[in-house]
């Protein structure tokens, strides 16, 4: 192969690599999810939280406090204080990222601003704090499913990590512990405790949010009958399966290792099949956030 060949392949490989444009269509869709994430969460912040003195952790809840303790906005604090997130969002993780965090991150801060001469939807500190959290939580999962973030809790605690012995979601929560016990100092006691309890509600809502209600598990079953499992896997359960040839450690027998994935309704009778064709069959199951590609999708069972 001539030089020219080879640098023909490097440019045509490194074009590959390299960060293509997103089509119109996706960037549209992008930003009206984005748009919408942003607008439940403002709705979240100030018809539910803001007005009965509960904040939510990170940046957003150190902007209440300082729009609390100043009587600025808080639109204004949450743009400001997101700012050098953005800068380091896109050094860390990428353009994309950072152009979508900051597009939310305007978004969020006009829709607080609109939004706070609306009344509360309730008085009631309890309610406030649940359905604050879901309708909060729901708006920044969305945003993080479709590639940006509200917050610059995130970006920081992974620029942090690479410095400190914790991981990232141990730096998250301490930052937070930290915050919503300030709000002890600000507030009361008792609103640093609905706030944690908002938290933990929205905390729960972006995860169910970002990986969806239909769990996935992946399933690795290892058998001397792995033929007449997987066949009945994919008869009885419609699933496809995939044989990879493994060796055992301490035998150095050849084995069939059989992958596949279903859901959660599904695992009982997976069970039901190793156990029938081979009760001492290795089985081990896991949940998956995402699946995707493939041929992951049901066929019928007949």
């Known amino acids: 192969m001539s030089k020219n060949e080879i640098r023909t392949s490097e440019k045509e490989l490194l074009e590959r690599v390299q960060h293509r444009r997103l089509p119109k269509r996706k960037i549209l869709q992008r930003a009206l999810l984005i748009t919408l994430g942003a607008c439940l969460?403002?709705?979240?912040?100030?018809?539910?939280l803001v007005p009965n003195k509960v904040i939510d952790g990170g940046i957003t809840g150190i902007s209440i406090m300082l729009s609390y303790l100043t009587g600025w906005?808080?639109?204004?604090?949450?743009?400001?204080?997101?700012?050098?997130?953005?800068?380091?969002?896109?050094?860390?993780?990428?353009?994309?990222?950072?152009?979508?965090?900051?597009f939310g991150i305007v978004i969020l801060s006009i829709a607080t601003t609109l939004l706070q001469p609306v009344q509360a939807f309730?008085?009631?500190?309890?309610?406030?704090?649940?359905?604050?959290?879901?309708?909060?939580?729901f708006g920044v999962g969305i945003v993080i499913r479709y590639g940006g973030s509200l917050d610059g809790t995130e970006v920081l605690?992974?620029?942090?990590?690479n410095k400190l012995p914790f991981s990232v979601g141990e730096i998250i929560m301490f930052f937070n512990l930290f915050i919503l016990g300030s709000a002890g100092?600000?507030?009361?006691?008792?609103?640093?405790?609905?706030?944690?309890?908002?938290?933990?509600?929205?905390?729960?809502?972006?995860?169910?949010?970002?990986t969806g209600l239909d769990e996935s598990k992946s399933a690795w079953i290892i058998s001397n009958n792995s033929m007449q499992i997987g066949e009945a896997i994919m008869s009885r359960l419609g699933r496809g399966v995939t044989y990879i040839n493994g060796e055992g450690a301490f035998s150095g027998d050849d084995k069939k290792v059989i992958f596949c994935v279903i859901n959660r309704l599904e695992e009982a009778k997976l069970k039901e099949i190793v156990t029938e064709f081979d009760d001492t069959a290795f089985l081990a199951v896991a949940d998956i956030a995402e699946v995707r590609g493939g041929r992951f999708k049901k066929k019928d069972i007949h």
């Open 185 to 210: 100092f600000v507030f009361s006691w008792d609103r640093a405790m609905y706030s944690l309890i908002a938290y933990y509600v929205a905390f729960k809502t972006i995860d169910i949010t970002i």
């Open 122 to 137: 309730t008085q009631d500190i309890l309610l406030a704090s649940v359905f604050g959290g879901i309708v909060l939580g």
């Open 73 to 102: 906005k808080l639109g204004f604090y949450i743009f400001l204080l997101n700012i050098p997130f953005f800068f380091i969002g896109y050094k860390q993780i990428g353009k994309t990222f950072a152009v979508s965090t900051l």
């Open 41 to 48: 969460t403002a709705i979240g912040l100030e018809i539910f």
């Open 157 to 161: 605690a992974i620029l942090f990590n």
